[in-house]
């Protein structure tokens, strides 16, 4: 008669580390992710077309500085009082080929002087080119005196480029900065008073930006009157107003 076996256990199942149970769970969920990113790039909106299939572009148009100062060449005829204006431009600085002012007619000044020498009553201007001075006159009154004054290298040789003496009257003003073309120079203030050599007074030389760029005082100018304080004597004169200039 055999032996009975003996009975083995009931093998038991350990359960698995949490760690092995996780990590395929954890490989579906980036997978999954890295898939939705991937197909959600290519369903991204695109931005709307503009209507009509077009872009417009606004377009900025510079103002334009307008001409002003002596010319390159003797006018032909001297116009005198006849031309009187005022213009007033706009003040950025961008070169012209043709002024871009308006004119408006002026109520000329009235002042009296005796045989064409210095005016005695009215309001008036006085130009010494021996000293370098520019007055600012009410008959026999200084209202404002300014000194040093640029005037021109040649004084009374009757050439273009030259500031003569005598009276003359102011017929044309220009406001804000201006292209001086001939010279390649930006001035400000511009009062014409000698339409015979398109002399004038204007400020000191100036860049395009309307800074000073040659003050120079003396006789170095090209017939005009320049000056620091070019919108002071811009202010003061008047269409028509004496002007005169003397030794």
């Known amino acids: 008669m055999e032996s009975a076996k003996p009975r083995r256990s009931p093998r038991l199942h350990r359960p698995l580390p949490i760690s092995r149970t996780l990590l395929p ?3 579906m969920v980036v997978l999954s992710a890295i898939l939705l990113a991937c197909s959600g790039g290519s369903d991204a909106a695109e931005p709307p077309a503009p209507s009509g299939g077009s872009i417009s572009i606004a377009t900025v148009t510079p103002v334009v500085v307008p001409n002003g100062g002596k010319a390159e060449t003797p006018p032909t005829t001297a116009t005198g009082g006849s031309t009187a204006s005022v213009s007033t431009p706009a ?3 961008t070169k012209a080929a043709t002024p871009a002012a308006t004119t408006t007619p002026q109520t000329a000044a009235t002042s009296t002087s005796s045989a064409g020498g210095a005016p005695t009553t009215g309001k008036w201007i006085d130009v010494d080119v021996t000293r370098f001075v520019v007055k600012l006159m009410n008959g026999t009154q200084t209202v404002q ?3 040093p004054v640029a ?3 040649k004084v009374n040789t009757g050439e273009y480029e030259s500031t003569q003496t005598g009276l003359f009257h102011v017929y044309n003003k220009i406001a804000g900065l201006q292209y001086d073309a001939p010279y390649d120079a930006y001035i400000a ?3 014409a008073f000698d339409p ?3 002399n004038g007074f204007h400020s000191f030389l100036l860049d395009s930006t309307g800074a000073v760029e040659d003050p120079s ?5 090209n017939g005009c009157i320049r000056t620091g304080a070019s919108r002071v004597i811009f202010d003061y004169a008047e269409i028509g107003m004496a002007v ?3 030794l």
């Open 189 to 191: 203030d511009w009062v």
């Open 151 to 153: 005037v021109g290298a």
């Open 25 to 27: 769970l954890g490989i």
């Open 217 to 221: 005082t003396g006789r170095v100018s």
């Open 244 to 246: 005169y200039v003397h």
């Open 196 to 198: 015979a050599k398109d």
């Open 145 to 147: 005196t300014i000194s």
């Open 91 to 93: 003040s950025t600085a």
